[in-house]
């Protein structure tokens, strides 16, 4: 028996949201009467912190503290339109949908706000900590909660917000078929190194390197810990999860998870990220957000560390110790390859 | 069908309630008593959102039978927090970035509790060990791990 070390590098152009055009998100933002905002989506959070991104683009855009700003994800029947959670466009969709809704919340603030200090909108602004004032003359102030009393009660006016963000459609050119299939890449290289077992056929991660660029982080902790998760999902569709194992026959399909194989807190390896900030023009304060790119690029980079340790080209997941050793086995042995 | 009566503590608290014969301490928790924090995930014990302390020991409580729970203290996530301040581990949790989705956490900071309550200084393989009964779909683990070391030290200089 011999273990081979291996190591696999792959990268990724990931695209961000739905190729061709349309791809709506919608957002509503309303100011409650005691100063308060609140942002309604049909977009939800499956904890990858769809809220908390949403509330700080809207507080950023509204000019008010964080903690006066609160997400209702609703459901599809009493929020406004989104095309949904998926396709890695959260952040960049949705944010820009909010920071639409949030500018003309925004807006109506300040009109508000001018009414009652007797001066243009124009010349107020606001200081982030739930006040308004005249610029230059900090002292000549209103606070955000004062506004919205004075519209609610005084003034018959509502201080809120639509958004909507819709990519423009990509048309073909008729001479070249050329067309722009996406607005928005985020990208992402990934260095694997694993060892495995020429015997048993069994492969275990030993450590992953990766390098993600995602706009700019708007919540770097949570950027680190959807990379970090995300990489084992990867690993594990690498290595373990299928429903059916000998595609298309369907027997030996697993029918609980005594059977479907998924990874345990025993099999953390150190995972060291580096996260390349390179704000996107057509993003939210510059953020594409990680999705699913978080998973994806970790499956090729296991299969080539495989091939470098053993030389066993495996083209359909999960690489299984059985496929491992039949490979080893056609090779007439464990053959390790050059790749770098 | 017949029921029968129990008494056990929930949390600190005297509870008592008629159940079918054969009903599974999950389901006694949730719909008997009204404490949902113990989790619905597998039903068969695989995946150990549902695990509870049973006098000071994780049990999966979807496998246990509820009858078995006499006069027995019950310990379930709900009774972690001190009024409106947060237990160590719920804390460190939280700080840590321990939960995404959030489905594993009772059954993470149930195990956590009991392995912390018998060896409030463990190395990282013995908290890997506690919470090896637990899968979690999101984090790949280490946040949780981090935390309950975290969580660990802070109890310890609670004690001492």
Redesign the interface.
């Known amino acids: 028996m011999t273990v081979h070390k291996g190591r696999g590098f792959a990268c990724i152009n990931y695209p961000i949201g739905m190729n061709l055009g349309g791809d709506p998100s919608q957002a509503l933002v309303h100011s409650t009467p005691d100063g308060k905002f609140m942002v309604s989506l049909s977009a939800i959070d499956l904890g990858q912190g769809m809220k908390s991104v949403t509330r700080q683009i809207a507080a950023e855009t509204l000019g008010v503290p964080v903690a006066d700003v609160y997400v209702d994800t609703a459901d599809s029947d009493t929020g406004p339109h989104d095309m949904g959670s998926f396709a890695s466009r959260g952040t960049h969709r949705v944010g820009n949908a909010v920071i639409r809704a949030a500018a003309e919340a925004r807006a109506a603030m300040m009109e508000a706000a001018a009414e009652e200090l007797e001066v243009n909108p124009a010349d107020l602004d606001t200081d982030g900590e739930g006040n308004i004032h005249v610029k230059g003359a900090p002292g000549r102030s209103i606070t955000v909660a004062d506004t919205a009393i004075a519209a609610q009660f005084k003034q018959g006016k509502t201080l809120s917000g639509r958004g909507i963000f819709l990519i423009p459609t990509s048309e073909v050119d008729a001479d070249t078929g050329e067309m722009t299939p996406v607005s928005c890449f985020a990208h992402a290289a990934v260095v694997v190194d694993l060892e495995v077992d020429d015997e048993t056929g069994e492969v275990t991660v030993s450590e992953v390197n990766s390098a993600y660029e995602v706009g700019r982080a708007l919540n770097p902790k949570m950027v680190e810990q959807q990379l970090i998760g995300g990489a084992w999902m990867g690993i594990s569709h690498a290595l373990y999860e299928t429903t059916e194992p000998y595609y298309p026959n369907r027997s030996h399909g697993p029918q609980d998870y005594n059977t479907y194989l998924m990874p345990g807190p025993g099999d953390v390896v150190p995972h060291h990220i580096a996260v390349l900030e390179r704000p996107a023009e057509d993003a939210p304060f510059g953020g594409k957000g990680p999705g699913e790119m978080c998973a994806n690029p970790l499956l090729p980079a296991v299969a080539n560390a495989i091939y470098n340790a053993v030389g066993v080209r495996c083209d359909t997941l999960p690489i299984t110790p059985e496929k491992v050793l039949r490979g080893i086995q056609a090779n007439g042995g464990a053959q390790p390859r050059e790749m770098f | 069908m017949v029921k029968t009566p129990i008494r056990f503590t929930l949390n600190g608290s005297e509870t008592a309630l008629f159940v079918d014969g054969g009903a599974n301490l999950l389901d006694t928790l949730r719909r008997g008593v009204g404490d949902l924090s113990p989790k619905y995930g597998?039903g068969?014990g695989?995946?150990g959102t549902c695990t509870v302390l049973i006098d000071g020991e994780p049990h999966l409580s979807c496998l246990t039978l509820a009858e078995t729970a006499e006069g027995r203290s019950i310990e379930t996530t709900n009774g972690l927090a001190n009024g409106a301040e947060l237990h160590p581990l719920q804390k460190a949790f939280m700080e840590n970035?321990g939960?995404?989705?959030?489905y594993c956490t009772p059954g993470m900071l149930m195990a956590a509790k009991a392995l912390l309550s018998k060896n409030p200084n463990p190395s990282r393989e013995e908290?890997?060990?506690a919470?090896?009964g637990?899968?979690?779909?999101?984090?790949?683990?280490?946040?949780?791990?981090d935390a309950i070391m975290i969580a660990a030290g802070q109890l310890r200089g609670r004690v001492a």
């Open positions: 597998c068969q695989t995946c970035f939960a995404q989705c959030g908290i890997v060990e919470i090896s637990n899968i979690c779909r999101c984090t790949g683990y280490e946040p949780i791990i």
